[in-house]
């Protein structure tokens, strides 16, 4: 190990020069300009699986961008890690706002400035470079690993669920590995075991079947939009509960366990609220911030249309008025129930003075990886050595649908080992990545693939290996 940490620490000007290039390629998968860079980008990644001396690189075709992959399984007996990640990257807009070109990394103040470097190239890197250590050191990979890139994820994934379906003997294996979140906070090293689900729905009010003069008819008939309104306001009650009836039959307490380690993360509630520029902090009563925030549901309003918004005065009552809603799920809800009830919720408390429709838009499930699992011990161990303090316990608000298709699919669970950090503006102008977390978190992989059979002997997990 001493050989191989030496190897990450001597190559470090190395790495940003490839890490550069990597980012220099603009993968934006939502745009067709960029379809052959986008290509060009999945080209790169099988040459640098090949680089670092991964096997069986192939460049899958779909419908759409090209899912990568490659093998190294000279570790027989040992666990085989499923890694999952992808290449492509948000669009760039609005441009004026970068403070250097997002597709020309710039080192400032300690961070490097890119597209992609946070969310989620950098963090792909940082395994290959893991990976690449073992192997240019004549010392075999501990456990197994299987690579799955895909070139979609900012776009929805569209054609990933497919692959996998249609792929399972070749992803064959004994937990999925993922680095695209972030950990709790600078000099906070953490490990993520759980994020919510969503089921998002779109809902449209009908008063009378075409707009009408606000003076004229004003105070005769319901205006959709105070409808819709006054519906929306009776979702939560006083305590910021969700109203639906049956919302939260299904939800999953926290144990003492998760609720002691939640108050271990350095968080302050006026800090936070000071940070978003709101004066006081508002959820469900009963529950601390972070508790709300990733181990409890929410119901939210996205957006509400409806009637004239342009410049000016128009005197018009409404035809109709719109709104988005979404909700966040925790293990054991569903996303299909949570729209059912949703659905017969409001249909029942509309008025009689309009008509009401509700669609489901889409959805997904909650994850949870258990604690005491041996790929999430592996995880505090490899961070605790990379970064040379006890990591801590957490869960994310968001939703990453891959890992419950991995799980319902494949049978795996995951383990998310992310390095990026809250504040380093993935989706938006100078994204950028933290360069002490960036060479942590190749330090910290290289201990995770050392880690792992250990805890996964231990666990008696290999005797259930697939």
């Not at 980012?23 to 067709?32: D, E, K, N, R, T």
């Not at 529950?287 to 018009?316: H, M, S």
Request: hydrophobic share 40%; aromatic share 10%; proline share 6%.
């Amino acid at each position: 190990m001493e050989r191989i940490l030496s190897f990450v620490d001597a190559n470090k000007e190395k790495y940003l020069g490839e890490l550069k290039e990597f980012l220099a390629i603009p993968s934006v998968s939502s745009q067709s300009a960029h379809n052959a860079d986008t290509r060009r980008c999945a080209e790169w990644v099988a040459a640098q699986m090949r680089t670092v001396g991964m096997n069986n690189v192939q460049i899958f075709e779909t419908p759409g961008h090209p899912i990568v992959y490659s093998e190294w399984l000279g570790a027989p007996g040992a666990p085989t890690v499923l890694f999952y990640g992808h290449y492509d990257v948000q669009p760039v807009d609005p441009v004026n706002l970068w403070t250097s070109p997002p597709f020309e990394s710039t080192i400032r103040d300690g961070d490097l400035y890119a597209r992609g470097s946070a969310d989620d190239k950098g963090q792909i890197y940082i395994h290959f470079k893991a990976i690449e250590a073992y192997t240019k050191n004549g010392a075999p990979l501990p456990v197994n690993i299987k690579m799955l890139i895909e070139g979609e994820e900012e776009v929805g994934s569209a054609n990933l669920e497919d692959f996998v379906k249609g792929h399972k003997d070749l992803l064959k294996a004994d937990l999925v590995l993922i680095s695209d979140s972030s950990m709790f906070a600078k000099g906070v090293p953490s490990v993520c075991y759980g994020l919510r689900g969503l089921a998002y729905m779109e809902v449209e009010v009908e008063g009378p079947n075409t707009d009408l003069h606000s003076g004229s008819f004003g105070g005769s008939v319901h205006n959709p939009v105070q409808a819709l309104s006054e519906m929306i306001a009776s979702l939560h009650d006083k305590n910021g509960r969700v109203t639906v009836k049956g919302f939260y039959n299904d939800v999953r307490s926290l144990t003492k366990a998760e609720r002691s380690a939640f108050r271990k993360l350095p968080w302050n509630d006026k800090s936070y609220a000071k940070k978003l520029g709101v004066r006081q902090l508002y959820g469900e009563k009963g529950f601390t911030t972070l508790e709300r925030l990733w181990a409890r549901p929410t119901l939210e309003c996205n957006g509400i249309w409806g009637g004239y918004t342009g410049e000016g005065a128009k005197t018009v009552l409404p035809s109709k008025a719109f709104a988005k809603i979404s909700m966040r799920l925790v293990p054991d809800q569903t996303s299909a129930q949570a729209a059912k009830l949703f659905e017969k919720h409001f249909l029942k408390m509309a008025p009689k003075t309009v008509s009401v429709k509700v669609r489901a838009l889409h959805g997904g499930e909650a994850a949870i990886t258990p604690i005491d699992s041996p790929g999430v011990k592996a995880a505090v161990a490899a961070l605790q050595k990379g970064f040379g303090k006890k990591p801590l316990y957490q869960r994310e608000g968001g939703s990453i649908p891959i890992v419950v298709q991995f799980k319902n699919i494949l049978g795996l669970d995951t383990v998310l080992l992310g390095f990026g950090l809250p504040d380093e503006n993935a989706h938006a102008p100078d994204e950028h990545i933290n360069l002490d977390n960036f060479f942590g978190g190749i330090r910290t992989s290289v201990h995770f693939y050392n880690e792992l059979p250990a805890f996964w002997k231990a666990g008696g997990a290999g005797k259930k290996k697939k």
